[in-house]
């Protein structure tokens, strides 16, 4: 699991049956502090976040064949939680 930012929505004319219907991110990697660390990729949305939502994207092979009832599907990272804060202790 990685804590990220969502940044962007990603637009395409044509995608991959197993994208039909999904909304796909460009999310970025933050640490707890909120501060970027700069790496970016796509996710798909499974939870209805937005851009500037905090976000939690993961993504073990197969889940997504499972949240979305699908065969073989080329989807690697899932937003799965949207954040409402973090506290750190220590």
Avoid: N
């Amino acid at each position: 699991m990685v804590l990220a930012r969502v940044v962007l929505r990603v637009m395409a004319t044509e995608k991959h049956p197993a994208y039909a219907g999904r909304t796909l991110y460009i999310v970025r990697a933050v640490r707890p502090d909120g501060t970027e660390t700069g790496e970016e990729w796509i996710a798909v949305d499974a939870v209805g976040s937005g851009p500037g939502d905090t976000v939690v994207c993961g993504g073990a092979p197969g889940v997504a064949q499972e949240v979305f009832g699908l065969g073989r599907a080329p989807i690697r990272t899932l937003i799965v939680a949207i954040v409402d804060r973090i506290e750190c202790k220590g």
